[in-house]
C-alpha cells in the first residue's frame, strides 16, 4: 500500500485532529467503509465523487449529505446531479451513529465524509494518505447550499476540457489537478442517460460521437438503448472505466487514449492540447498519478472549509441540528 504524507491544506486543518478527543474515529470511518465496499465497491466510488461534489459547492461543510427539509425546500443532494448518482450516503451515517456512540458531538460529518474518500481510495486502489481534519458541517442559515448553487459550482458531463479548466480555476485548482481528479473515474458508474447523446445523436445528428472507438460504442449501445423521445424508459449504469471498473488507477487514462472514455467530459481531456499532455503522462506513469491525487484530494478537501467556531457539530449527518 502507498502510504503519502500530508501536503497542501487549510492551515486551520490539522492531521490528528481528533488524537485526543476522539482517538479511534479514523478506525470508526475506516472499519465502516471497507466492510460496504467489500460488498459492493461501487460505494467506493460513490463516496469519492461524494466529497468531490461536496467541496465544489459551498466548500466542504457535508451539506451535501443533508436531506430536503420540511416546506418543499430542496437540498443540494436532491438536485438531478446528485440523486440517484451518489451513492454510500448510509455508510456516512452508519459511521457517524458508530462515532457518536463514543465521542458524541465531537467530529464533523464533513470530516467523516474526508476520511470515508480517503478509505474507499485505499481499499479500492491501495492509495493511503494522511488526512487533516478540524472541519465543520454547514447550517441550514445561509451555509446550506441551495438547489441552484448544484449547478452554478458542478461542472455537467458534458462540460468540454475549457469549462472544466475554468471551472476548477474557481475553486483553486489548476489544469493539471483538474486531470488528476478525474482519474476517481478509474472507478464508479454513471447512468446511460448521461451519456447516450455521444451513441445516438451527437451534435444534434443522428450520428455518434467519432471520437469514441467503434467496438467500445457497439458495447455501449447493447447495454444502453436509444432513449425515448417522450423520456423515462430504462437508464442502467455502466463502469466509468472499463478496463479495471473496480480499481483505483491509471488506467483511466490509457482507455482515454484509445477513444473509450464514457463522458464527453472525460474523452474531452485528450482533445484538448493543454490537458492532452497531463493524460499522456498519467497514462505513462502510474506511480505519478498517484502521487498527484493524493496531493489534489488533499487540496480539494481544504475548499472554502469551516472552522473553529463556524458551522456546527450535526448530530446526524442528514439534518441540521
Avoid at 53 to 61: K, S
Avoid at 269 to 293: D, F, I
Amino acid at each position: 500500500m502507498l502510504l503519502v504524507p500530508a501536503v497542501y491544506s487549510d492551515p486551520s486543518l490539522k492531521v490528528g485532529f481528533y488524537k485526543r478527543s476522539c482517538p479511534a474515529v479514523e478506525s470508526i470511518v475506516r472499519r465502516t467503509v471497507r466492510r460496504a465496499v467489500s460488498r459492493n465497491p461501487g460505494i467506493g466510488g460513490g463516496i469519492i465523487r461524494m466529497h468531490f461534489h461536496d467541496c465544489f459547492v459551498r466548500g466542504c461543510d457535508g451539506s451535501v449529505l443533508l436531506k430536503s427539509g420540511p416546506g418543499g425546500k430542496q437540498s443540494e443532494r436532491d438536485h438531478p446531479a446528485n440523486n440517484p448518482g451518489l451513492r454510500g450516503f448510509e455508510v456516512i451515517e452508519e459511521a457517524k451513529n458508530r462515532i457518536e456512540s463514543v465521542c458524541p458531538n465531537t467530529v464533523s460529518c464533513a470530516d467523516i465524509l474526508a476520511f470515508a474518500a480517503r478509505d474507499s481510495s485505499s481499499k479500492l486502489g491501495r492509495i493511503n494518505y494522511a488526512v487533516p481534519a478540524g472541519r465543520r458541517d454547514g447550517r441550514r442559515d445561509g451555509r446550506v447550499t441551495v438547489f441552484d448553487e448544484v449547478t452554478e459550482n458542478l461542472p455537467p458531463p458534458t462540460s468540454t476540457a475549457d469549462q472544466l479548466v475554468a471551472n476548477f480555476a474557481r475553486k483553486g485548482l489548476s489544469a493539471d489537478e483538474m486531470v488528476t481528479l478525474s482519474g476517481a473515474h478509474s472507478i464508479g458508474a454513471s447512468h446511460c442517460s448521461s451519456f447516450s447523446a455521444r451513441l445516438y445523436s451527437f451534435n444534434g445528428t443522428h450520428d455518434q460521437d467519432p471520437s469514441l472507438d467503434r467496438k467500445f460504442a457497439a458495447a455501449l449501445k447493447a447495454t444502453c438503448p436509444r432513449p425515448p423521445r417522450n423520456g423515462g424508459g430504462r437508464d442502467p449504469l455502466v463502469p466509468l472505466d472499463s478496463a479495471t471498473p473496480n480499481w483505483l488507477d491509471n488506467k483511466y487514462y490509457v482507455e482515454l487514449t484509445a477513444g473509450r472514455g464514457l463522458l464527453t467530459s472525460d474523452q474531452t481531456l485528450v482533445e484538448n492540447s493543454l490537458t492532452r499532455k497531463y493524460v499522456a503522462v498519467n497514462a505513462r506513469y502510474g506511480a505519478t498519478w498517484t502521487a498527484k491525487y493524493v496531493k489534489a484530494m488533499v487540496k480539494m478537501g481544504s475548499i472554502d472549509v469551516l472552522t473553529g467556531s463556524q458551522g456546527e457539530i450535526r448530530s446526524s449527518c442528514s439534518f441540521v441540528n
